[in-house]
């Protein structure tokens, strides 16, 4: 437990929330926000490592925002685990508060009737290709807690690295004073980025699954060895992905800072290499820097 922090308080209105973030307000104290939908693991640990380390206060929200799954996606299967995950953040001491709200307090008028932000081109690519609407959901409901928990940073992970670079284009675009920050995959020992939905993962799949990240890490030395046919690259590790019995969405190698095609010309330094894939019932996505 760390021990310069309060034991961990629960908010699940919007009055409490912005009571709690008020009263650290008038003491001058910096806040976080990392937002979440539960389920918490260590990959999720190391988000509220990284806000503990930026700011006085740490707020972490956990809801599971029905905006940005599709009819067909898992939202009702998305696992809710409020109290192990209340019970886990008490336990490691790092974050002041949890902020827990209702569906109908994030969308007052009903999510059908919800104002929403619409997201620019890239939300229509990569991840976005296969799930439209996806980060116009994202957007508008982390806009809301931005503005529900007004903080001063927002912490989020680089497995979700096209969310990362939205929200950040979403914060300058709309102006808003908060910064953002970015914390690096948590992988398990055998390479496999952490996430919640790896435990959809049958246990055939999951000694599959870590060749996602051995693909990604192929990718990354041939760009380092000067290749820069990307085209061919990224088709050769799709198909590497599909014989070890992946389903693959997408593999390609786009620009770190801004998810653009590069132009193939020049060096390898600031591109990223994004990749999704089916296995089972698990979408599994990566991403390596080169
Ligand atoms: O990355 C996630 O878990 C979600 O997309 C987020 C940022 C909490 C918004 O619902």
Not at 185 to 191: A, H, P, W
Not at 264 to 280: D, F, K, R, T
Request: charged share 25%.
């Amino acid at each position: 437990m760390n021990e310069s922090r309060v034991p961990l308080q629960g908010a699940y209105t919007m009055s409490a929330i912005r009571e709690m973030v008020g009263s650290w307000r008038l003491t001058h104290q910096t806040v976080a926000l990392v937002p979440t939908m539960g389920n918490l693991h260590t990959g999720h640990l190391s988000l509220m490592e990284d806000a503990s380390s930026r700011a006085d206060r740490v707020v972490c929200s956990i809801f599971i925002n029905p905006a940005q799954f599709a009819p067909e996606e898992d939202f009702s299967l998305y696992p809710r685990t409020l109290a192990e995950d209340e019970a886990l953040l008490a336990e490691q001491g790092i974050v002041d508060l949890v902020f827990a709200p209702e569906e109908r307090d994030v969308y007052p008028f009903g999510v059908e009737n919800m104002v929403g932000v619409t997201m620019p081109e890239l939300s229509s690519q990569l991840c976005g290709a296969s799930r439209p609407g996806h980060f116009d959901g994202v957007a508008s409901v982390v806009l809301r807690l931005i503005n529900i928990v007004s903080p001063d940073i927002l912490i989020l992970g680089e497995k979700d690295y096209q969310q990362f670079v939205l929200l950040e284009r979403m914060i300058k675009d709309l102006q808003l004073s908060i910064q953002v920050e970015s914390t690096p995959i948590q992988r398990e020992k055998d390479g496999l980025a952490m996430s919640t939905r790896n435990q959809y993962l049958t246990a055939d799949e999951r000694r599959i699954a870590p060749k996602l990240h051995a693909e990604l890490e192929r990718v990354r030395n041939s760009l380092r060895e000067g290749d820069q046919d990307y085209q061919a690259v990224e088709a050769r590790a799709s198909l590497a992905l599909e014989t070890a019995g992946f389903d693959p969405d997408y593999v390609e190698v786009r620009r770190a800072a801004d998810l653009g095609r590069p132009n193939g010309m020049g060096s390898c330094e600031g591109l990223i290499v994004v990749a999704a894939a089916w296995l089972g019932r698990a979408r599994l996505i990566d991403n390596v820097r080169v």
